[in-house]
């Protein structure tokens, strides 16, 4: 149910500082496993907003993406020079992207579904967080839709960070010019959340791993740790640390995780093998965390709601919405209910498939989440549901039920007006 990943691919500042404290010096790249750091169509900001590049500035742009054709193998012969913004055009542009790319009516079926799992306060605004998490973080991005590259420089300076930022962004624009970004599913996330976060774990381990090379061979340690202070900013820091787990985690996982997946890929092939990753894009969560089942094709399980699913629960009943959570979402949400991180991720590490509902009915008192997982064996199974009815206990309440390698849980029972769940969920098991 996460914001919609837009077109436009961002940089994040946060995965700036990892990469800068686990490389060093000449120090092997070290990859780290990020509402997704969401790449949405972007208006270019007027050329009043943008910084004019002087011409030392643009031969160090042209140099760096001189050094990135090397780097990853992929040539452009008609590459664009990239434009230079100001933090406040960056607020600008991150608003009116954020007003294409999510449709008010779809935004707030997303606000609902996090807060009936729990995953947001009531009183939050999904909206607000997702943008004061990116206005603090991002350091530049490529937009497909028009074919720009942007920097946000907010010293006013060309220094390492934006350098850095530069080597990651024209990644992205060697990808679209190779691989069509467009044609990639990015735009699934409101009803296959999933396999979006997973592509895009792709598309930007690509570039993290591009990056890493090029900020070996190209920075010193001094530039290092300038990057590192430029991206611990007490004020940007403080935002990371109230943002909710479950819209950080999926900004970071795909800085994260999609690097140690492609490394995975690199180990096997080089970037032929990234590139031949683009032609069979990898189709959950679950292969991003478990290359290994990328490697074996293993495929997540298609649930299906039945359906009449909203016609279990009486007249009146709507199914408003649906997506796919994942083994990431779904690790967050038992985290969220006090699961510890250990137990979570085992007890998801069996994810085979899953759906998620969000019903709603006139004057019923609130929203009810179904969703029907489905687990590689019973062992898998037992597994989640223990978890889940502890993490059930921590947050707003609800059944669980199982049969064989089926898990089906509802929550938000405040608004289920009395109906016997146990029964519509064993129904639910057994179909």
């Not at 092997?28 to 270019?44: D, E, K, Q, R, Y």
């Not at 820091?237 to 890929?265: D, H, K, N, W």
């Not at 989440?369 to 590689?376: I, N």
Request: aromatic content about 6%; hydrophobic content about 45%; overall charge negative.
């Amino acid at each position: 149910m996460a914001t919609r990943p837009a077109r436009r691919l961002a940089a994040l500042l946060a995965a700036a500082t990892l990469l800068a404290g686990c490389t060093g010096g000449d120090a092997s790249p070290t990859p780290v496993p990020s509402p997704v750091a969401s790449p949405g169509p972007t208006a270019s900001p007027p050329e009043s907003a943008s910084s004019s590049l002087t011409p030392d500035g643009l031969e160090v742009y042209r140099a760096i993406a001189a050094d990135m054709v090397v780097i990853r193998g992929l040539d452009a012969p008609d590459r664009v020079d990239p434009k230079v913004i100001d933090a406040a055009q960056l607020l600008a542009n991150l608003g009116a992207d954020f007003e294409e790319s999510n449709p008010e009516a779809q935004l707030r079926l997303g606000e609902r579904a996090y807060k009936a799992l729990g995953l947001l306060p009531d009183d939050a605004s999904l909206k607000d967080i997702y943008l004061e998490l990116q206005g603090s973080q991002v350091i530049g991005y490529y937009d497909s839709t028009v074919d720009e590259l942007f920097i946000v420089s907010r010293s006013g300076t060309l220094g390492p960070t934006e350098r850095l930022t530069y080597a990651h962004e024209f990644t992205h624009e060697l990808q679209d010019r190779h691989f069509d970004l467009e044609s990639l599913g990015l735009d699934e996330a409101f009803d296959e959340g999933d396999r979006a976060l997973a592509v895009l774990g792709l598309v930007e381990g690509d570039a993290v791993s591009a990056q890493t090379t090029w900020m070996i061979e190209h920075l010193t340690p001094a530039e290092l740790a300038q990057v590192a202070a430029e991206s611990a900013d007490p004020e940007m820091l403080a935002i990371l640390a109230r943002t909710p787990a479950i819209l950080l985690e999926t900004s970071l996982f795909p800085y994260q995780a999609g690097a140690a997946f492609v490394s995975t890929l690199l180990a096997g092939g080089g970037y032929d093998g990234v590139n031949a990753a683009f032609d069979r894009l990898p189709e959950s969560t679950e292969q991003i965390l478990h290359p290994e089942k990328y490697a074996a094709g293993e495929a997540p399980i298609d649930v299906e709601l039945s359906d009449d699913l909203a016609s279990r629960f009486g007249a009146g009943w709507t199914l408003d919405a649906q997506d796919t959570l994942g083994e990431l979402q779904l690790r967050v949400w038992l985290r969220e209910g006090g699961v510890r991180g250990d137990v979570a991720r085992v007890a998801t590490e069996g994810w085979g498939g899953d759906r998620l509902a969000l019903l709603a009915a006139q004057g019923a008192g609130g929203d009810v989440v179904v969703l029907v997982t489905e687990w590689d064996s019973t062992g898998d199974a037992g597994e989640f549901e223990a978890a889940a009815r502890d993490a059930l206990t921590e947050l707003r309440g609800g059944t669980v039920v199982s049969a064989g390698r089926r898990v089906v849980l509802s929550i938000g029972e405040a608004g289920s007006g009395g109906l016997d769940l146990r029964a519509i969920l064993q129904g639910l098991a057994a179909s």
